[in-house]
């Protein structure tokens, strides 16, 4: 279970939120939606350790997540950033790393755990031995969120990952936040407003701060 208790967060002295509370518990996605520079990247960031809070308190498990136990908490979670830059070469390169934070199972048992899950998403499994450069902004998110599922962590830091997305590919990272969910893992979803992706999230929690600049 993940919570937040009375948020508050500011940065060069403008709040981004306060009063923010919710709690992410096992099996259930929870969306959080706010208009663009608002806080949501921040808020995530607060979540694994890296930015604390003004007031209020981050927890998991009723755990408090401060300077001293982040480094362990961190070790549960699983985190998509909005910004992807990648100093691998191939798919497989990144696949491969990304993997190995899977402990006690080996790269071949968790490389057919995700082609099982590739299948189900119509993805080819020839994509594996991709050049990187061979494939968009887009494609390579949702490679790495499909990595995040066979991951398994019990938290899971999605933050806005429908960016550019339509059609088939928004219905494959709502497939996606499913599973993690089925899996039993605490999902956190940022997104902007009026996002489609909500409708895959089982609580919609909103704040609509001045966008920071």
């Known amino acids: 279970m993940l919570e937040i208790k009375n948020?508050?967060?500011?940065?060069?002295?403008?709040?981004?939120?306060?009063?923010?509370?919710?709690?992410?518990?096992?099996?259930e996605a929870v969306c959080v939606s706010a208009p663009?520079?608002?806080?949501?990247t921040s808020l995530l960031r607060s979540f694994l350790g890296f930015?604390?809070?003004?007031?209020?308190?981050?927890?998991?498990?009723?755990?408090?997540?401060?300077?001293?136990?982040?480094r362990f908490f961190r070790k549960q979670m699983?985190?998509?950033?909005?910004?992807?830059d990648l100093p691998y070469q191939k798919v497989s390169d990144m696949m491969a790393q990304l993997l190995a934070f899977k402990k006690d199972v080996s790269l071949e048992d968790s490389k057919a755990s995700l082609m099982a899950l590739?299948?189900?998403?119509?993805?080819?499994?020839?994509?594996?031995?991709?050049?990187?450069?061979?494939?968009n902004y887009i494609q390579c998110r949702l490679l790495m969120l499909t990595g995040i599922c066979v991951l398994q962590h019990p938290i899971v830091l999605l933050?806005?990952?429908t960016t550019g997305m339509v059609g088939e590919e928004m219905e494959n990272v709502g497939f996606c936040?499913?599973?993690?969910?089925?899996?039993g893992a605490s999902v956190v979803v940022t997104c902007?407003?009026?996002?489609?992706?909500?409708?895959y999230c089982d609580k919609l929690v909103e704040f609509n701060t001045h966008p920071y600049s």
């Open 7 to 27: 948020g508050r967060l500011e940065r060069e002295g403008k709040t981004l939120f306060s009063n923010l509370s919710f709690i992410a518990r096992g099996g």
């Open 36 to 40: 663009p520079r608002s806080g949501k």
């Open 51 to 70: 930015l604390p809070l003004d007031d209020g308190y981050v927890s998991v498990d009723g755990e408090l997540i401060d300077a001293f136990s982040a």
């Open 78 to 84: 699983s985190y998509l950033p909005q910004v992807v």
């Open 118 to 135: 590739w299948k189900e998403l119509g993805i080819q499994e020839e994509s594996y031995s991709q050049e990187l450069k061979e494939i």
């Open 159 to 161: 933050d806005e990952p």
């Open 177 to 183: 936040i499913r599973h993690l969910t089925r899996q």
């Open 192 to 199: 902007q407003e009026h996002d489609p992706i909500v409708r």
